[in-house]
């Protein structure tokens, strides 16, 4: 009787394993989004404005150009690059003092760092470090709060142009990175940090922090690819948002009457992710699409 009893629970305790069982990235799902990125890589001439840009009556137009650079080969974002090696915040340069605070910032930084690392750009790299020890590390005119590029940015910097093949800044390269556990818009530049840095040393840095960011928004695949490509190895819900016809349609880019959001990986789910009344029929870069998907198949095709 015991040893049944012992066989019985075996049984149960398989079985509820087999329930758990966690799905899997399946070859339909890589399927989809190839057919999908190449519609939308298709698509997107049709929300670009000069020089390829993206957004680029807004004046973030640089970071979001930057990223989906690396995925769109029309996009020319030295165009917001002035002949003194300082960066604007988008080719017409002009946001600064009537549309924003400063000319520049460490956010659109990141999104150019993104753009010249995977594009191999070793000389605008140098250009940055140039620029940035001529004045200081002040990059630009406006809020300092903004324009002054931090240990953080400047370790960045000095580790991209390092694998490159460039001047080895040694002592920028082994400054520890200092990072907390964000929200919001200010989360999604951590993580995008977090991932160029990793793709220059070979790992993540943080995982506590990549880890904190998925568990609390597991619908961002953003959030999800860093948690799955260095945490779990399992790219299953990197895919779900990705494919979710709500935010990324697939005979369409996506419109303001999908969901508010332009670039949905810098807001958190909530209204921003909802359907907007106003301006349904504008239709979104899906920039946000091509930069995750990118990233997914470039390690898939390893």
Not at 14 to 24: H, T
Not at 143 to 152: H, L, Q, Y
Not at 220 to 228: E, Q, R, T
Not at 268 to 297: C, I, M, Q, R, Y
């Amino acid at each position: 009787m015991k040893y049944l009893l012992t066989i019985l629970l075996l049984m149960i305790s398989c079985g509820k394993k087999e329930d758990n069982k966690e799905p899997v990235l399946e070859q339909e799902h890589v399927n989809a989004l190839s057919v999908k990125y190449n519609f939308y890589v298709n698509e997107i001439y049709k929300v670009q404005g000069d020089y390829g840009f993206i957004e680029d009556t807004h004046c973030d137009s640089v970071m979001f150009s930057g990223l989906t650079g690396i995925a769109v080969s029309n996009i020319t974002l030295i165009a917001a690059r002035n002949e003194n090696g300082q960066w604007f915040r988008r080719p017409s340069m002009d946001c600064y003092p009537e549309n924003s605070q400063s000319t520049i910032s460490r956010d659109m930084f990141i999104g150019i760092m993104w753009y010249l690392w995977k594009n191999k750009d070793l000389n605008s790299l140098e250009r940055i470090w140039e620029y940035g020890e001529n004045t200081n590390w002040k990059m630009g005119e406006g809020a300092i709060s903004r324009v002054f590029f931090t240990p953080n940015m400047i370790s960045t910097l000095a580790i991209l142009i390092d694998k490159l093949g460039g001047y080895n800044h040694s002592l920028s390269i082994n400054t520890p990175l200092a990072m907390g556990k964000q929200e919001g818009f200010q989360a999604h530049l951590d993580v995008l940090l977090l991932l160029l840095r990793a793709e220059a040393l070979g790992y993540i840095e943080k995982p506590n922090v990549v880890d904190y960011q998925y568990q609390r928004n597991p619908q961002n695949s953003l959030f999800a690819y860093a948690y799955n490509k260095y945490i779990s190895g399992n790219h299953y819900t990197t895919v779900l948002t990705l494919l979710n016809e709500q935010y990324f349609p697939s005979n369409r880019l996506p419109t303001r009457g999908d969901r508010k959001a332009p670039w949905l990986w810098e807001r958190d789910v909530g209204a921003d992710w909802a359907p907007s009344d106003e301006n349904p029929t504008k239709s979104h870069s899906g920039g946000d699409f091509l930069f995750v998907t990118k990233l997914l198949f470039d390690d898939l095709n390893k």
